[in-house]
């Protein structure tokens, strides 16, 4: 006896009939999901560490030159986020937090690297009513996204969680509520401070070959 094919009249792959654990997350997937799920937590995975490494950098360099791949930094880890799955923690506990006076040491170093550090921005820029505009910093968005990221790094790098599902959901959540917004505001300053009206003079001159 002959299976009923599907509506479009052919049948499912045979590969879409079985479920298969994503090694990552332990949950249960299509094959094809499951590692579409393990390429994006991969990918960000491996961008988080280099932004890590970024950020802790010390060396000097030229100011325009490092805004420009601030803002490289920060678009790659928004666009890698946004593939990040929607998972559940496996455990209640959260990742061991990164203390203030290791922040401070990061922003300070930020703010040495760096030719402007305050601008202005919005809170919630869909209020019914003009928002008032207040004073951001980009030394504190890019140690703010750099504290956030550094736990999960850490965890996988040193092998202290059990389940890799609960770095993916602290780096999903915490984009969504903290370190996005800051990822937001960052790149709209930087992008100003490479090429807007105010821009770093720094720049260095265009090479043409």
């Known amino acids: 006896m002959s299976k009923t094919p599907c509506a479009c009249g052919l049948r499912p792959p045979k590969s879409l009939a079985i479920r298969s654990r994503s090694p990552s997350v332990g949950v249960w997937f299509l094959p094809r999901q499951a590692t579409a799920m393990d390429d994006a937590i991969s990918a960000f995975s491996a961008k988080a ?7 802790e950098d010390t060396r000097a360099t030229n100011s325009w030159i490092f805004a420009q791949a601030c803002l490289t930094e920060a678009l790659g880890l928004y666009h890698l986020a946004l593939r990040l799955p929607e998972v559940a923690p496996a455990r209640g506990d959260l990742l061991e937090g990164i203390n203030h006076e ?7 170093n930020l703010a040495r690297r760096i030719s402007r550090d305050l601008y202005w921005m919005v809170f919630e820029p869909l209020v019914s009513e003009p928002p008032e505009p207040v004073v951001g910093s980009l ?5 703010d996204i750099w504290r ?7 965890a ?39 090429f807007g009206a105010f821009a770093d003079t720094s720049r260095p001159p265009l090479t043409i070959e």
């Open 148 to 154: 956030d990221l550094k736990p999960g790094v850490e």
């Open 49 to 55: 560490r280099q932004y890590c490494a970024f950020v």
């Open 102 to 108: 290791d922040w401070t040491v990061v922003r300070e």
């Open 156 to 194: 996988i790098g040193s092998g202290t969680t059990d389940s890799i599902r609960d770095v993916v959901w602290h780096w999903r959540s915490s984009f969504e509520s903290h370190w996005g917004n800051h990822a937001v505001s960052a790149i709209g300053a930087l992008h100003a401070l490479c």
């Open 139 to 143: 030394t504190d968005d890019l140690a």
